[in-house]
């Protein structure tokens, strides 16, 4: 199964969901005087800006920013002033920026013509018209010490005009997009606006003007990117000249063209794989690419990508990020800091890869909405307020193939939680996990790390390798394995040396266990007694039984279980009173306690009468029958879904381990649980039981499947040439809608 990052192919987010997306691939269509990719009216020529992300638009009549008065803006002579500028009028007068008047100085347009004014001392307006409306321009003057003013566009240098004196020192605060007298409102965008304390050369302008830099550059007093994109300041990034928004100035989005072909980068989706608004020739430009296969790293490395919205409508825009699964419980608060807790929405967009070709079952488990889309089919739909609830839908997917998937989500009250799952035929109930290629999470995709740490060749990185030992050295390439499981002895002695003799349990004389499941998914309402019979052809002795029981029931209290063959009965567990619904039971004699009359039904228990009741017979063979009985009416129908026989036979050596002891003295049987959670299909193994249960044993509430192990940890030489003749390898239980 191949499970591809969302970012990795974003071309089926917007080709298999027709009308989902804006952001479509819409063959472009000709404007008057060129093309129109993205069809807004504004030729696509006119559009581009070099920076991309946001700019400021202003309305002309009364918005502007207000950066205050802050003393490194008080220039008299030797300064430059830049910016890039979108005009929506060339009517009149309008200010880029300006400080005065009285006094100061400010720069903008007078009819297309660049003008720059000392206020009480000078106009310096080109002669010739540089700016058209709808078009983005690098405009900038040079102030210099004879008081010259020289005027530049697209970084190259248009025209000087001759000057006299420096201008007028002033108290006026420093404002973009107006002079401070309320006139002269400026009528468009303005984007990269730059001050220097410095004449820029040529030089200097040529190069910089359409690259964004860093704000510490010498000279540099004050520089606002204007890339905000929605907050009421506009940033000084190299100085503490923040500026206000008075009377609303619009954040509006400014399109690019990275690779310069004249088509923007937004009519490119199919080759932005990390949705970035970047096309990916123009991200290896600048990032990392490892394996040099024209995929940036972090397309490689990335998860499912989540479009995080501050309000429950899909608006209001905060933060977009990649995450490795949808598994999210956010109780009572909110997903990111500045987020209302209780009005959010989110829509994640991955693409997966299946490995066979079937039908699939996806499984969103929410609260609140939850709407899911497969390659463009609505299949669950579920967008109203309710509890942790799971849903499900199913769609059949083929093997190899990209299949696009969205899914929306959004919290109106109360607790928070999304999680996004599937199975089929043969994956298991899991969750979909969107970032399999960078096990260390260190944004260099694992084939690249591999090149430099993989021991034993599986392709992973060895860091990411288990190490149980924590010396920095892969298990599997260690030695000192005596029973090949890939584990150091070390390590195994630690968990797995049940008489300590020095030798782990796997290397000593083995036992063995046999195994016999049954899935007979039978119903038992109220009132009626169900059998199940399990008929064991073997006649192999046993030393110990074990019993295992899984049961789903509305309500387990009043039922009734026992175990009879060949005339001897033995009753396992009788529930009383308030009982937890659903049950998976492992019975054994050496248990530490009973199964508890309220709470989960979870855990290994000793059951109401002794199993070693049918040692006297000793043998496996013949028919052994499970009864389930519901006493009260009205509590709804039960289903026994699996139960189990655990027939455990000592070696037939009588000191395994040298020791001077009996095995039969030394060895207890006894099955314990460990609380280790793991997905797959529930099947029995050689030192125990994997298997779904919905109960949660290390909480005392909760819903959702949860995975839970059953081994045996005191069977000395127990754990290798375990002879097993039934394989448990049902789908697990999913009786919680």
Not at 452 to 460: F, H, S, Y
Not at 515 to 540: K, N, R, W
């Amino acid at each position: 199964m191949t499970i591809q990052a969302a970012n990795a192919y974003p071309r089926f987010l917007f080709t298999a969901i027709a009308g989902f997306c804006s952001m479509a691939l819409t063959p472009s269509r000709a404007h008057a005087g060129g093309e129109d990719c993205n069809l807004n009216g504004v030729e696509d020529s006119s559009e581009i800006n070099p920076f991309g992300g946001y700019a400021l638009d202003f309305d002309g009549n009364d918005d502007y920013v207000d950066c205050g008065t802050g003393s490194d803006l008080s220039l008299t002579t030797g300064f430059t002033l830049e910016a890039w500028v979108r005009p929506d009028s060339l009517s009149g007068i309008r200010r880029i920026v300006a400080k005065g008047a009285p006094g100061g100085y400010g720069f903008g347009q007078n009819a297309g013509r660049l003008r720059f004014t000392t206020f009480g001392i000078k106009d310096y307006d080109t002669a010739g018209v540089y700016l058209t409306v709808g078009v983005w321009t690098h405009v900038a003057v040079v102030l210099d010490a004879s008081n010259d003013a020289h005027f530049y566009v697209n970084g190259l240098p248009v025209e000087t005009i001759a000057g006299t004196n420096p201008a007028n020192t002033t108290a006026m605060p420093f404002n973009i997009g107006r002079l401070a007298n309320n006139i002269e409102y400026w009528d468009g965008l303005i984007d990269e606006l730059r001050v220097w304390n410095t004449v820029r050369t040529d030089e200097q302008i040529l190069e910089s003007f359409n690259q964004s830099l860093n704000g510490d550059e010498a000279g540099m007093v004050a520089y606002w990117r204007l890339d905000e994109g929605g907050d009421a300041t506009a940033t000084d990034t190299a100085n503490t000249n923040d500026g206000t928004l008075v009377n609303g100035p619009l954040w509006v989005p400014t399109p690019t063209d990275c690779n310069t072909n004249a088509v923007l980068d937004e009519c490119e989706p199919t080759d932005d794989c990390n949705l970035n608004g970047m096309l990916d020739e123009c991200d290896l430009l600048v990032g990392p690419n490892c394996n040099t296969n024209s995929i940036p790293d972090e397309c490689e490395t990335g998860g499912i990508l989540g479009t995080y919205y501050d309000n429950i409508d899909f608006t209001g825009l905060a933060q977009t990020r990649l995450d490795p699964v949808v598994y999210f419980n956010w109780g009572n608060g909110p997903p990111l800091p500045s987020f209302d807790a209780d009005t959010f929405s989110i829509r994640c967009f991955g693409v997966v890869v299946p490995e066979f070709t079937e039908t699939y079952t996806f499984y969103t488990r929410t609260d609140d909405g939850v709407r899911l889309y497969v390659d463009g089919q609505l299949i669950i739909d579920q967008f109203v307020d309710q509890g942790p609830t799971q849903h499900s839908g199913t769609i059949p997917l083929q093997a190899g193939a990209e299949h696009a998937l969205i899914m929306e989500y959004y919290e109106n009250g109360g607790g928070a939680l999304a999680e996004l799952r599937w199975s089929s035929a043969s994956v298991p109930y899991q969750l979909i996990a969107f970032s399999q290629d960078d096990c260390n999470t260190n944004g260099v995709p694992d084939e690249c790390d591999v090149e430099q740490a993989d021991c034993n060749t599986n392709g992973q990185i060895d860091e990411c390798d288990p190490d149980c030992n924590s010396n920095g050295q892969t298990d599997a390439c260690e030695g000192g394995d005596c029973n090949t499981n890939s584990i150091p002895d070390e390590c195994d002695l630690a968990e797995d040396d049940c008489n300590m003799n020095g030798v782990p349990d796997g290397c000593d004389l083995p036992a063995q266990l046999t195994v016999y499941p049954a899935q007979p998914q039978l119903e038992f309402p109220d009132l009626v007694e169900t059998i199940h019979t399990i008929g064991v052809g073997s006649d192999a002795e046993f030393d110990d039984l074990n019993v295992g029981l899984v049961v789903t029931h509305p309500f387990m209290g009043d039922t009734r279980y026992w175990l009879d063959k060949a005339g001897t009965t033995v009753y396992l567990m009788d529930q009383l009173g308030d009982s937890s619904n659903d049950c998976i039971i492992i019975f054994d004699d050496e248990a530490a306690g009973s199964p508890p009359s309220d709470g989960p039904l979870f855990g290994i228990y000793v059951p109401i009468e002794p199993l070693s009741a049918f040692d006297a017979d000793g043998q496996q063979a013949g028919d052994w029958t499970m009864h389930c009985l519901d006493e009260e009416v009205g509590s709804g129908t039960g289903v026994l879904q699996q139960w189990s026989l655990h027939f455990s036979r000592l070696a037939e050596t009588s000191d395994c381990n040298g020791n001077g002891a009996a095995d039969v003295c030394e060895v207890t049987l006894t099955p314990v649980l460990t609380q280790d959670f793991e997905s797959g299909l529930a099947e029995w193994s050689a030192d125990g039981l994997w298997h779904a249960t919905d109960e949660c044993p290390r909480e005392e509430t909760c819903d959702g499947l949860q995975w839970a192990y059953f081994g045996f940890d005191d069977a000395c030489d127990f754990n290798a040439g375990t002879a097993i003749e039934g394989m448990l390898a049902s789908p697990p239980i999913r009786n919680r809608a």
